[in-house]
């Protein structure tokens, strides 16, 4: 297969990218051997890497192979057509169109070095032709023209019985989605384009979701009547990749290595999820997260901070505009502290400073920038408290549960819009992750919890892990 097939395909989950269909490479393209026992071994290998993480229920079956094994100077390397059946889908806020429920094309290239399986690549597309012309048909960037956008969406009008039970049911979803969310929109016509955003994100939910290494289930959320550019513009933080780190002391490496799992959740070393509301600040909860962890395991006490305070009074970050945690901490001893929550509560806009030091609950005397190294992170976390990092939030705005796993060229580690807190890691049927407090309400996510994927830089997870030091 062409890699720039792949990357065609890749391309097409970026936002503005013309629709690609799902279209694995035609079968007659390639002299495809009938199955033979070879094929048998690879084609289990590449299953069991297709249903990682998926649990008993859910996993998909081998249906046909077919195939053809090349010898290089690095093993064999085996060239897969496969079927695949997925399991009918249950979850109905997840699943609801056709591409979820059917039979799999898949083609895999998977090379045997020494007996052992890589996997090089997977594409795996729908079969059904139907399916994948709906598909691609409502995989297109969002509409310009609000008033075209519904017809030209949701054909009603289309006699097509697949597109009238796609329009049936994205239409009784949304409506379950503006109840549960309570959304109030200006107009009828205003009100039809956010459920034609919303049938297009659900797509791209899908797609997201059969790309995920992980066991992530990507599907409605708060977030879904938003286009993508209007999520990032409202709740990332670009000054994240934007603008050069500020250089900060390295912390000492630690020499215990890091427990199997953790959890400051347990430890009483975390407050309860906040919410940034439409305000980038993303930044300042992340910090706020990590001084709340040192002053609790060096001093004690949990307080809960205040993100306002650094919206109002860190003049080098930028408020709703996003900020870097390595400015915060500058801020906060520059300052003279931290109030608390009920002492500087939240607005969610930038307001005049009314910072006092007579006021102040919480100090720092420092802050260090951690390891990029995963395990040095883990044992750093158990030992210290929840880390402040950056990641690339690829995803996010669909993500409801499991441990998301993105492909990296779709999370690159260098595009980092959103700041975090690492609060414990372990391992979820055998994979491992960080459990990660977001800042987007308890109603988003996990009980606004993340799971990420530990142990490859997913999303560049460690690539701006950082932390405070109470003295
Ligand atoms: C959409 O329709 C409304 C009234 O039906 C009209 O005022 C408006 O100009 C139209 N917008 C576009 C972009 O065509
Ligand atoms: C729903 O939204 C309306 C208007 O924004 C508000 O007045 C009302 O209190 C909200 N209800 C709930 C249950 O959140
Ligand atoms: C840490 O900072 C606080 C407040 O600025 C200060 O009172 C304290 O002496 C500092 N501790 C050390 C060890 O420098
Ligand atoms: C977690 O999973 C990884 C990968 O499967 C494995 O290497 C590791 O030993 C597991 N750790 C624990 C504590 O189970």
Not at 153 to 159: A, E, K
Not at 162 to 178: E, G, P, R, Y
Not at 302 to 324: H, I, N, P, T
Not at 373 to 389: D, M, R
């Amino acid at each position: 297969m062409a890699s720039w097939l792949l990357l065609l395909w890749l391309l097409a989950l970026l936002p503005g990218a013309a629709p690609v269909p799902f279209k694995p490479r035609a079968a007659g393209a390639r002299a495809w051997e009938p199955s033979s026992p070879e094929l048998l071994a690879p084609a289990r290998f590449a299953l069991d890497e297709y249903n990682r993480g998926r649990a008993a229920g859910s996993r998909a079956v081998l249906g046909t192979v077919r195939g053809r094994v090349r010898r290089t100077a690095q093993g064999s390397l085996y060239s897969l057509e496969a079927t695949l059946e997925e399991p009918p889908c249950k979850d109905p806020l997840v699943c609801l169109l056709p591409v979820s429920k059917k039979t799999m094309l898949c083609t895999f290239e998977i090379l045997n070095e020494l007996g052992k399986h890589i996997l090089l690549r997977r594409d795996c597309g729908p079969v059904d032709t139907k399916v994948t012309a709906l598909v691609s048909s409502l995989f297109q960037p969002y509409p310009d023209n609000r008033n075209e956008s519904v017809s030209s969406f949701l054909p009603q009008l289309n006699s097509d019985p697949l597109h009238q039970d796609f329009s049936m049911k994205i239409t009784s979803v949304f409506k379950d989605f503006v109840a549960t969310y309570n959304r109030t929109y200006e107009s009828e016509e205003e009100a039809q384009w956010r459920l034609s955003v919303f049938a297009r994100n659900m797509v791209r939910a899908q797609k997201i979701q059969a790309l995920d290494r992980g066991t992530a289930q990507y599907g409605v959320t708060k977030f879904s009547d938003l286009t993508e550019e209007e999520f990032r513009t409202i709740y990332l933080n670009p000054l994240l990749r934007e603008e050069p780190s500020k250089k900060m002391r390295l912390a000492k490496s630690l020499t215990d290595p890091a427990p199997p799992e953790w959890d400051w959740r347990k430890k009483g070393a975390v407050t309860e999820v906040k919410d940034q509301g439409m305000c980038g600040s993303c930044w300042a909860f992340s910090v706020t997260g990590n001084v709340e962890g040192q002053w609790f395991l060096n001093r004690g006490t949990l307080l809960s901070l205040s993100e306002q305070e650094l919206l109002d009074c860190d003049k080098v970050d930028k408020a709703c505009l996003g900020g870097l945690p390595s400015n915060a901490y500058t801020a906060i001893e520059k300052l003279g502290g931290l109030e608390t929550e009920d002492d500087y509560s939240y607005q969610g806009h930038v307001q005049a400073c009314s910072f006092s030091a007579q006021m102040a609950k919480v100090y720092i005397n420092d802050s260090v920038e951690l390891s990029q190294n995963e395990q040095k992170l883990a044992a750093w976390l158990a030992q210290k408290g929840p880390i402040s990092v950056a990641i690339n939030a690829f995803g996010m705005q669909f993500y409801r549960h499991g441990i998301a796993h993105p492909l990296r060229p779709l999370c690159s580690p260098w595009l980092i819009d959103h700041a975090v807190l690492l609060v414990g890691y372990g391992n979820r049927s055998n994979i491992p992750f960080w459990a990660i407090k977001n800042s987007w309400g308890s109603d988003w996510g996990e009980e606004g919890y993340y799971y990420l994927h530990r142990g490859s830089g997913a999303c560049g997870v460690n690539t701006m892990a950082s932390s405070a030091v109470v003295n």
